[in-house]
């Protein structure tokens, strides 16, 4: 193929994914919010409500309080902006993303970590009490999940002698014995724990709650309005489904594309979608039965992610 | 010609001391400024020689110091040191222009501070135990007169400067003990000879030499539990100097460490190494958690200095660990991590105290519970201040972000081959690099958050606006250096490659490679922080216009409405409702409530009538440094008490005293019959 | 079976055996302690029946089979009614917070690597690597006796000790004879079951199952 | 369908999908159709608390108000329209006013019972300053003291239209 075919060919790739995962994100919060208000005996929204909610967000006035500078406005540009870039890197449906050789999983994690930071400026912007306590205790949070998520990465990387993303996804496909090495199996547990912390799920924030005190996540977004809660409301289902992507492919690797070529790419996505889709159904039964924590039992959770990213770690380096 | 340079530096630094002091108000700052650029600019020429050829250059002269006469010798690893110090003299210098109307243009300041900046020019070129002392001792005295600047206005600044005094004499006294004991067992102080003996050294000398060595020149890089000067002097300097001493002097700390261990010694076992790097998981921890939770400013910055120090001491201890347990490659990777570290450290910690300093010179305060809403009416300070807070908090696409991915890959990829000790350290220090960064991402979320955005909370903050331009530019060149090392850290790896080889002996000189992509040669590791950026700046754009598009189908009027911020529908809603950076660190102080101990105080106070109506509920908190008030207080309180006891032997009388002198005459006599 | 599912398989249980370990370090509710001692049971009985199977040894497999019986059921059975009958069943306050604690339990996990580097190169086997895992459960037992106050915490923290021991003995000399193995069980047995009447006294007595309780007994 | 169905049996006895027709036509003075999302922001201006059990039990599972696309939301910065009970009284004036003012154009004001329409039996009171129609610009009036849960989805559909 030449070099202009590879660029057209990566590009698509690279739609693709982002489509899958931007459409497919608002999709997968439809069908945890339908899953729960099933156990709840309800009916619930159809599975396409979110789209709808944002379709008219963007269709609806934007308001910033008198105070606030270009960070406030800055704050959901960056988040979905960090959002996309991840969503073309990272292998969801390919193990041959665009720039997957620099798809490094730190370099994926700072980057996220770039988006949550910018949102909680953004919060710190609105000059309200609520704004504060969301970014506040969002980043104490997440200053919290961090040891656990890179000591996770490095449990997994030990074997694969690389954290290269395309690569340990590869490996998993390649070898399915290391999938089932307790250093990934620990490793990914702890990647478990942290996604609901990061993605503000029960049991450390509970997403639909309407009393401030309670709020974490949604406290921070208490001022936005319009087009830029439709931002918001989109990148955080695209970093939740980007999360639970990286998960499902680390852990049940199979139908993700390991060969160019636009059939394979079809049915990684298709693997894609299935494997996120039951995941989110996983967490949202999980949620049902699940009381929010307090908030300074938090770290007791984060805690116990991160030994087990120690004990990944520990018995990587037993069985290397 | 670099040793042309290396004269035209210490020449042109001298004339800018003595013009600096000697020339009437006017005059005095920018004759000093413009020659100390001439010295900052030799030395940069020289140094990026050294770099560039990778041959060192050799300065040796009997005349200027007596006895000893001076030797310098510029090798790449001290030429990196040069490029940095020089660099950060530049924009602060630059920034003083503006800043020297605030206390700053009084002669000792403008006689200090040339003579400040050239002696950390020549420290690391010194090739000699006298010229490097002489060099050293200078560089802290000088430090301390500009340290003591601000003394007439504000009386912590004594204080202060008393602990800087103490800590950086204490450990002059250890360097020099280190550095005299190798070259006694030399025969000869240069450090040419002293490294052909080193190996010929017994070991309780070489053990005893490092160790002395790592606690002088590590209380001078604020490794824990030495920095406790760190957190005093640095926010008591006035700003530039600030930055000269975080950016530039703490870094020399690190290149004494370098220096003694690997290039005068020669590499080390794996415990010293060990010892280095358990000191800086110590000290990036307590650093991040005590920036975390601290409310001034400068006091935050410095507390992070602590903390970056603590990662480069990572860096430079697995270098260590991995040389010793004969990895050559990695060694030399995690050296280049930790090279990277520095430079990225005092580009972005310079331009931070430079716009530090703007605040306190906008506002006249540098508590951030009472700043808030300068992003409106500082624009430019405040965009300075934030790529250097993203680019602290490693955020891509800045130079943290690729110096930190840099060390994570070292310890990665040194993990799997080394011995059980290095084993066990190694994924300590991933988790220190990683609750650092956590914690140091709060950190600077509350710096920007409460200081710059928000409604102000004081009528000082209310009433800022943006400080003359010299003093935005020396703040923004630094910052538009973190975003060039971001975006091409290529353009600087090749020479720190160079310096890591002359310092670790032994390793490739060319560990990474690649122009765009960052290559780890022979290892899995690829990181293109450029297009990363540039998919960023494409995302945004595409994001905005989406934004926009969407709108297009339907838009109320006006299109963007400013509203008071939503409040419950509360009437009355002011500033002072807003989270300040105490209670933005309310939760985290909690969660390490056993290792910052704040000591918290509720009083709440009823009104004559009832006691069921509050009149008035005062909180106060306050977070001291936990290692200062454990360690360093009892040995003071120690060190006063048996001052009190000896004042009892001394009354004045002059018969006591001439008793004094006769029974020791006696004893004398005894001992020698 | 062939090699790298024995030994995958053998990593796993390991695995189990220590992070099971580590939850009851984890958890406050004591029900979900005993859940996840009776899982290490299996596990424990798991690693035994692996071994047994790759060497043909029956003897191995029928200690398996004891191993499950008895750690995998009837230890955790006696221990559920204990914590049945208590109320407050929870370690509420705990003598070293959790987090603390779980750090700590990471802290002995290297430890336990680097004490035991030297056996492992003593023997070069598959199940020789893992001997870490099992020193490490024994020192997390330990420590949770240590920091734990309720009984049945004590009591948890012994048998994660004797899980410990039996481990690193299946690993370290594939398999102990049957009879020590009977024994080492049957002691703890009769230790659970001291134990669980002791509990049951203090219950009666005291009303509480909290070790600090049993100063009363002194005056 | 099935696991509704069985979940349903499980958790809930009666069935939740009891149809309510078909969606009526827009009511009165709707600006802006919303596309089949509508949130919303409860105000209680002075209300007996009666038509807030009736909303309750129109968001719960029997009546499931959401699966027609409307919920309920934490702030009016994310809501389409204020549903306001009761009377508003002098002091919620204010309130209700700031939070009307706090919602992105488009937006709609629902006042549900018949209190909220015309002061209900507290006309006059000493503490009531009148009805929400005198305080914001209402659209669509839910009538009843208190309204059916199916009345008021109803209104709710109305402003959906689904």
Request: hydrophobic residues 55%; without cysteine; proline residues 5%.
């Given at each position: 193929m030449t070099g202009f075919q590879n660029v057209v060919a990566a590009g698509l790739v690279a739609g693709a994914q982002i489509v899958t995962v931007s459409v497919g994100g608002l999709l997968l919060v439809g069908v945890m919010r339908k899953v729960r208000s099933h156990l709840e005996g309800r009916v619930g929204p159809p599975i396409h409500q979110p789209l709808l909610d944002v379709r008219k967000l963007f269709t609806k006035q934007r308001m910033h309080p008198e105070q606030a500078s270009w960070v406030f406005g800055a704050g959901p540009v960056v988040l979905v902006a960090t959002a996309v870039v991840v969503a073309v890197i990272s292998p969801l449906a390919t193990t041959r993303p665009p720039l997957g050789r620099s798809a490094d999983f730190f370099a994926i994690v700072f980057v996220l970590l770039l988006g949550s930071v910018s949102l909680a400026l953004g919060a710190l912007d609105t000059g309200t009490p609520f704004g504060g306590m969301g970014s506040s205790r969002a980043m104490t949070i997440g200053a919290l999940a961090e040891p656990a998520l890179l000591v996770a990465i490095l449990a997994m990387s030990i074997p694969a002698h690389t954290s290269n993303l395309p690569v340990l996804v590869r490996m998993g496909l390649a070898h399915?014995?290391?999938?089932?090495?307790?250093?990934?199996?620990?490793?990914?547990?702890?990647?478990?724990?942290?996604?609901?912390?990061?993605?503000?799920?029960?049991?450390?924030?509970?997403?639909?709650?309407?009393?401030?005190?309670?709020?974490?996540?949604?406290?921070?977004?208490?001022?936005?309005?319009?087009?830029?809660?439709?931002?918001?409301?989109?990148?955080?289902?695209?970093?939740?489904?980007?999360?639970?992507?990286?998960?499902?492919?680390?852990?049940?690797?199979?139908?993700?594309?390991?060969?160019?070529?636009?059939?394979?790419?079809?049915?990684?996505?298709?693997?894609?979608?299935?494997?996120?889709?039951?995941a989110g159904i996983a967490i949202a039964t999980f949620e049902v039965f699940t009381a929010k924590l307090r908030l300074f039992r938090v770290p007791e959770l984060l805690a116990g992610g991160f030994v087990l990213a120690v004990l990944g770690a520990v018995t990587a380096l037993v069985v290397r | 010609m670099s040793n042309v340079s290396l004269v035209i530096t210490a020449a042109a630094g001298s004339i800018a001391a003595i013009a600096g002091g000697a020339l009437p108000a006017k005059t005095r700052v920018w004759a000093a400024v413009v020659l100390t650029w001439g010295s900052c600019i030799a030395a940069l020429v020289g140094a990026l020689a050294v770099l560039h050829t990778g041959q060192s250059s050799v300065l040796n002269s009997s005349q200027i110091l007596p006895l000893t006469g001076v030797t310098m010798v510029l090798d790449p690893l001290g030429a990196v040191f040069v490029v940095v110090t020089a660099v950060v003299a530049i924009a602060s210098t630059l920034y003083w222009l503006g800043y020297a109307s605030h206390g700053l243009s009084t002669r000792t300041a403008s006689a200090a501070l040339p003579l400040f900046v050239t002696s950390m020019l020549l420290v690391p070129a010194a090739a000699s135990v006298a010229t490097f002392l002489v060099l050293w001792e200078l560089m802290a005295l000088a430090s301390l007169m500009l340290v003591l600047v601000d003394q007439r206005r504000r009386e912590e600044t004594r204080s202060a400067a008393q602990w800087y005094a103490v800590m950086t004499h204490v450990g002059a006294a250890a360097i020099l003990f280190a550095l005299v004991l190798l070259s006694a067992h030399a025969g000869d102080q240069t450090f040419a000879a002293i490294r052909v003996h080193a190996h010929h050294l017994p070991t309780a000398v070489r053990n005893t030499a490092f160790v002395l060595a790592v606690l002088g020149f590590g209380s001078k890089a604020g490794a824990v539990p030495l920095h406790v000067w760190l957190p005093k002097a640095h926010p008591?300097?006035?700003?530039?100097?600030?930055?000269?001493?975080?950016?530039?002097?703490?870094?020399?700390?690190?290149?004494?460490?370098?220096?003694?261990?690997?290039?005068?010694?020669?590499?080390?076992?794996?415990?010293?190494?060990?010892?280095?790097?358990?000191?800086?998981?110590?000290?990036?921890?307590?650093?991040?958690?005590?920036?975390?939770?601290?409310?001034?400013?400068?006091?935050?910055?410095a507390y992070s200095t602590a903390d970056n120090m603590g990662l480069v001491l990572i860096g430079v201890g697995?270098?260590?660990?991995?040389?010793?347990?004969?990895?050559?490659?990695?060694?030399?990777?995690?050296?280049?991590?930790?090279?990277?570290?520095?430079?990225?450290?005092?580009?972005?910690?310079?331009?931070?105290?430079?716009?530090?300093?703007?605040?306190?010179?906008?506002?006249?305060?540098?508590?951030?519970?009472?700043?808030?809403?300068?992003?409106?009416?500082?624009?430019?300070?405040?965009?300075?201040?934030?790529?250097?807070?993203?680019?602290?908090?490693?955020?891509?696409?800045?130079?943290?972000?690729?110096?930190?991915?840099?060390?994570?890959?070292?310890?990665?990829?040194?993990?799997?081959?080394?011995?059980?000790?290095?084993?066990?350290?190694?994924?300590?220090?991933?988790?220190?690099?990683?609750?650092?960064g956590g914690l140091t991402a709060v950190a600077f979320v509350k710096a920007i958050g409460v200081g710059f955005l928000g409604r102000p909370r004081s009528e000082e903050a209310a009433a800022a606006h943006e400080v003359p331009r010299t003093m935005q530019m020396g703040a923004g060149m630094l910052a538009g250096l973190c975003v060039v090392l971001g975006l091409v850290p290529v353009i600087v790896l090749p020479a720190l490659g160079r310096a890591a080889a002359s310092a670790v002996p032994g390793t490739p000189a060319t560990t990474l490679s690649?122009?765009?992509?960052?290559?780890?040669?022979?290892?899995?590791?690829?990181?293109?922080?450029?297009?990363?950026?540039?998919?960023?700046?494409?995302?945004?754009?595409?994001?905005?216009?989406?934004?926009?598009?969407?709108?297009?189908?339907?838009?109320?009027?006006?299109?963007?409405?400013?509203?008071?911020?939503?409040?419950?529908?509360?009437?009355?809603?002011?500033?002072?409702?807003?989270?300040?950076?105490?209670?933005?660190?309310?939760?985290?102080?909690?969660?390490?409530?056993?290792?910052?101990?704040?000591?918290?105080?509720?009083?709440?106070?009823?009104?004559?009538?009832?006691?069921?109506?509050?009149?008035k509920v005062t909180y106060w908190t306050s977070i001291g440094d936990l290692i200062e008030q454990n360690v360093y207080r009892p040995v003071i309180s120690a060190v006063h008490w048996w001052g009190q006891r000896a004042r009892a032997l001394q009354n004045g009388s002059v018969h006591r005293y001439l008793a004094y002198g006769l029974v020791a005459l006696v004893v004398i006599l005894a001992v020698i019959t | 079976m062939n090699g790298p599912a024995y030994a995958s398989t053998l990593e796993l249980m390991s695995g189990v055996i220590l992070v099971c370990a580590a939850v009851t370090l984890w958890r406050r509710s004591l029900s979900a302690v005993v859940k996840a001692l009776a899982i290490q049971g299996f596990a424990l009985g798991a690693v035994a029946l692996i071994l047994g199977i790759r060497q043909h040894d029956a003897v191995l497999i029928v200690v398996a089979c004891l191993v499950m019986a008895s750690k995998g059921v009837v230890i955790p059975t006696l221990l559920g009614r204990v914590v049945a009958s208590d109320p407050s069943s929870r370690e509420a306050t705990p003598i070293v917070n959790v987090p603390a604690s779980l750090v700590g339990a990471a802290a002995l996990t290297f430890l336990a690597y680097g004490a035991t580097q030297p056996v492992v190169a003593l023997i070069p086997t598959t199940a020789g690597r893992l001997v870490p895992l099992g020193f490490a459960t024994l020192l997390i037992g330990f420590f949770s006796m240590v920091v734990r106050r309720k009984a049945i915490s004590q009591i948890v923290g012994l048998l994660l000790v004797d899980n410990g021991i039996a481990l690193v003995a299946f690993l370290a000399t594939a398999g102990v004879p049957l009879l020590v193995e009977l024994g080492a069980s049957l002691d703890v047995l009769l230790a659970v079951v001291v134990l669980r009447v002791l509990a049951a006294q203090m219950w009666s007595k005291f009303g509480v199952l909290d070790l600090d309780q049993l100063r009363e007994l002194r005056d | 369908m099935t696991i509704r169905s069985v979940l349903q049996a499980l958790i809930h006895p009666h069935t939740a999908t009891n149809d309510l027709g078909a969606a009526p036509a827009a009511a009165v003075g709707v600006r802006h159709t919303l596309g089949g999302s509508l949130q919303l922001r409860h105000v209680d201006a002075g209300s007996c608390n009666g038509c807030e059990l009736e909303i309750a039990s129109a968001f719960g599972p029997a009546y499931d108000a959401e699966r027609f696309g409307a919920r309920l939301v934490a702030s009016p910065r994310h809501a389409d329209a204020l549903v306001v009970t009761g009377p508003v009284t002098k002091n919620m004036v204010g309130p209700l006013k700031k939070t009307f003012e706090a919602m992105p154009e488009p937006r709609m004001v629902i006042a549900v019972g018949d209190c909220a329409r015309d002061c209900g039996v507290f006309k006059g009171g000493y503490g009531v300053a009148g009805a929400v129609a005198d305080i914001v610009p209402v659209d669509v009036q839910v009538p009843g003291c208190p309204p059916r849960p199916e009345v008021i989805i109803q209104a709710l559909r109305g402003l959906t239209g689904r």
């Open positions: 399915p014995e290391m999938i089932a090495s307790p250093a990934r199996i620990l490793a990914l547990g702890s990647f478990v724990v942290i996604i609901l912390a990061e993605s503000g799920r029960l049991p450390i924030d509970n997403p639909s709650t309407h009393l401030e005190l309670t709020m974490i996540h949604e406290a921070m977004v208490l001022e936005y309005a319009g087009p830029d809660l439709g931002l918001v409301t989109l990148g955080e289902s695209m970093r939740l489904t980007l999360l639970l992507g990286l998960l499902v492919n680390l852990l049940v690797p199979w139908g993700v594309a390991d060969r160019p070529g636009a059939v394979s790419i079809v049915i990684g996505l298709g693997a894609l979608a299935g494997k996120v889709a039951l | 008591e300097a006035p700003s530039p100097v600030s930055a000269l001493m975080s950016g530039a002097m703490v870094n020399l700390g690190i290149y004494g460490i370098v220096l003694v261990g690997d290039r005068l010694l020669g590499g080390g076992p794996v415990w010293w190494w060990l010892m280095v790097t358990a000191l800086g998981v110590v000290s990036a921890l307590f650093g991040a958690l005590h920036a975390a939770t601290s409310t001034d400013l400068k006091r935050l910055l697995a270098s260590g660990m991995f040389a010793a347990s004969g990895h050559r490659a990695i060694a030399s990777i995690a050296m280049v991590a930790a090279l990277l570290l520095t430079v990225n450290h005092a580009a972005f910690k310079g331009s931070l105290f430079l716009s530090a300093g703007s605040v306190q010179v906008a506002t006249g305060t540098r508590d951030l519970d009472r700043l808030g809403g300068l992003m409106r009416r500082m624009p430019i300070t405040g965009a300075v201040f934030m790529v250097g807070a993203l680019s602290i908090a490693a955020l891509p696409p800045f130079n943290g972000f690729v110096g930190e991915w840099l060390l994570f890959q070292s310890l990665l990829h040194g993990l799997p081959t080394s011995s059980t000790a290095v084993a066990i350290a190694v994924p300590v220090g991933v988790a220190a690099l990683a609750l650092t690649g122009s765009v992509d960052l290559h780890l040669a022979g290892l899995q590791g690829v990181l293109a922080p450029a297009l990363l950026a540039a998919g960023l700046a494409l995302a945004t754009g595409a994001v905005i216009a989406l934004r926009q598009l969407a709108r297009r189908r339907f838009t109320p009027q006006p299109a963007l409405r400013r509203a008071e911020p939503w409040g419950s529908g509360r009437e009355l809603q002011t500033a002072r409702m807003q989270y300040t950076a105490t209670s933005f660190a309310e939760p985290l102080e909690r969660v390490f409530d056993d290792v910052v101990r704040p000591d918290r105080d509720l009083d709440v106070s009823h009104v004559s009538e009832s006691r069921y109506y509050v009149e | - | -």
